[in-house]
């Protein structure tokens, strides 16, 4: 099994930034990928950003150069470093591991992280 945690959420101002990490534990040699999606109400969860274990990363359209993924394997931890945060990036942000089949099912998430961008 493997196991997210994520923090660093919370409310921040329109242009501020914000860090979101993301630790794995347990089985975590079974992770392929691990990256962050976002939901708000009434939409479907869409990806944020995405970083493979051979250290590529693939974005989606809210990241659109303001946001930044990156990782620090020694703590199984990836960070989402969020800038010139607006309004729209309000949503609940979760991690995703995609895993290599070794463990029980195919992908795993967090339990979510708020993030508000209000004045």
């Known amino acids: 099994q493997v196991h997210l945690v994520e923090s660093g959420g919370g409310l921040v101002q329109p242009g501020e930034s914000l860090r979101l990490s993301c630790t794995a534990s347990?089985?975590?040699?079974?992770?392929?990928?691990l990256g962050w999606f976002r939901e708000v109400p009434g939409k479907e969860r869409e990806l944020v950003a995405t970083?493979?274990?051979?250290?590529?990363?693939s974005y989606g359209d809210s990241a659109a150069g303001r946001f930044t993924i990156s990782r620090d394997n020694s703590k199984s931890t990836i960070y989402l470093q969020m800038n010139g945060l607006k309004r729209e990036d309000t949503a609940v942000y979760f991690c995703?591991?995609?895993?290599?089949?070794?463990?029980?099912?195919?992908?795993?998430w967090g339990q979510g992280i708020q993030v508000i961008v209000s004045a």
């Open positions: 995703k591991a995609d895993l290599d089949g070794s463990v029980s099912g195919l992908f795993t």
């Open positions: 347990g089985s975590t040699s079974a992770i392929v990928a």
């Open positions: 970083m493979f274990t051979n250290g590529g990363a």
